[in-house]
């Protein structure tokens, strides 16, 4: 932190009492003082049940800033990032419950954990293969490209996050068991898998979180892409919940200044930088640092736009969304999708019915200016593409769930209004049959033949 940085930096660095990370997890969260005056031992047992099968991380940042323990079990933020009971289905929670009662074989603990794993459909929408592209005759694995401006990017040292969501669809990415997996160092082959294909504009870095990352690190990644120029690459996205989770990373941190630096080569070599910002409730814009840390990032000519699910138990009502975008635009933000949650992990405990998502959504749009209505919503990020909910309507007689594409596989697909039948429990498209008697949505045929298409391509190397 340079001497300028802190001349003009605010109070928090005035007290020079600068926050160091600290991590809690199955090991150490019984040391909280806040777990321990407000749950019995029975539920801090249930959370370590949880804990062994579903990734488990918070901080010292969301424990001591974020929740609110006065709500305790009820808070949003601690549900978002604290295990509870029913996010294991009974069959599941009992299977790892009498394993923890019966041994402590880490061995064992973990070979029933992979089990129960395995059937909580982990890298659903194909993350581990159909999206996977082949580039110079082998399957790049680190790298995703499923539409055609944007390729995805797992650096390896990125694939773990500040504190881990307790719905997070990436969860396998946190878990031990390497083959359900993906990550990549090779900067260089992504490079020249973006230079051979024009169409390919927008490189979205992820994980996981790239903002874990040593400043350092993601400058080496930066300096790479920016040496090779690709001509056709003038967008750099950062997926990333440290806004939320860490902002300190761009605020008091070691190297920040080094960090917000390597957005500003971005932004002087000509491309737009955006920051993806994962924020799930409005309790993670309500802290000096945050608001301070999303204008540094703003001050390197980096736009912010917003993201976030739809969970039960965290935000599932109208107004915490409307506050969300409000106190977004604000900010400076450009909200951008509301999420239905996948069918992966705690599915069943988070989950919305397309219906009421459909209703949150709307209730909320109506609830804000048109700044923030470049929010789109509510989506389904699933294998043949991202499918926005339009409403529920009625058409000769029959009751149905008005449908499009935003992105396809087949772009041809997006933006042509589609209908399945009504179901009042749908949550996921999984859920939802075509409309008006027909036996296949209009998509289907096309998607099973680029699938075989792709799973041949795969299996030849
Ligand atoms: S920050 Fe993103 S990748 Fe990390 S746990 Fe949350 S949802 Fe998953």
Redesign the pocket.
């Given at each position: 932190m340079t001497r300028d940085d802190r001349r003009s930096a605010p109070n928090i660095y005035k007290t020079r009492i600068f926050p160091k990370y600290k991590s809690y997890t199955l090991r150490n969260f019984r040391n909280i003082s806040q777990i321990r005056a407000n749950f019995s031992e029975a539920e801090l047992f249930e959370m370590e049940v949880v804990g062994n099968v579903l990734p488990f991380k918070a901080n010292n940042y969301v424990v001591d800033e974020l929740i609110d323990w006065d709500k305790a079990a009820a808070d949003p933020i601690f549900r978002l990032t604290f295990p509870q009971k029913n996010m294991l289905r009974p069959e599941h929670y009992d299977m790892m419950a009498s394993t923890l009662k019966r041994t402590s074989s880490k061995s064992e603990i973990a070979s029933v954990a992979n089990i129960i794993r395995e059937e909580l459909n982990p890298n659903p929408a194909g993350q581990k293969d159909f999206n996977v592209p082949v580039f110079n005759g082998r399957p790049l694995s680190g790298v995703q490209h499923k539409y055609r401006q944007t390729v995805l990017f797992f650096p390896s040292q990125s694939q773990t996050?500040h504190a881990?969501?307790t719905f997070?669809f990436?969860w396998p990415q946190f878990t031990a068991s390497q083959d359900l997996k993906f990550a990549s160092k090779e900067i260089d082959t992504v490079i020249e898998y973006i230079k051979s294909d024009p169409s390919i504009t927008d490189l979205l870095i992820t994980?996981?979180?790239p903002m874990v990352m040593k400043p350092k690190l993601f400058e080496h990644y930066i300096d790479e892409i920016l040496k090779a120029n690709p001509p056709n690459l003038t967008n750099i996205r950062i997926g990333t919940?440290s806004l939320a989770y860490w902002p300190y990373k761009f605020t008091t941190d070691e190297d920040s200044g080094l960090l917000l630096r390597s957005f500003e080569k971005i932004i002087n070599s000509g491309r737009h930088l955006s920051f993806m910002a994962?924020f799930n409730h409005y309790a993670e814009l309500s802290t000096d640092v945050v608001r301070l840390a999303i204008k540094r990032i703003q001050q390197t000519g980096a736009e912010i736009r917003t993201q976030s699910p739809l969970f039960k138990f965290i935000n599932d009502d109208p107004k915490v969304w409307s506050r969300m975008w409000n106190e977004q635009v604000r900010l400076g933000c450009i909200p951008y999708y509301m999420f239905i949650a996948r069918h992966t992990g705690a599915q069943h405990y988070f989950k919305v019915d397309l219906e009421r998502a459909w209703n949150i959504f709307r209730k909320a749009y109506q609830d804000c200016s048109g700044l923030a209505r470049t929010v789109r919503g509510p989506v389904m990020s699933c294998n043949p593409g991202k499918v926005q909910v339009l409403g529920v309507t009625e058409i000769n007689n029959e009751k149905v769930f008005a449908l499009r594409f935003l992105q396809g596989r087949n772009e041809d697909w997006v933006h042509r209004p589609f209908f399945a039948g009504y179901d009042a429990g749908a949550a996921w498209i999984n859920n939802l049959k075509p409309a008006f008697g027909a036996d296949k949505f209009f998509y289907e045929d096309e998607l099973s033949a680029i699938y075989k298409e792709k799973i041949a391509v795969l299996s030849n190397h």
């Open positions: 996050c881990y969501c997070c990436r994980g996981g979180d919940k994962h």
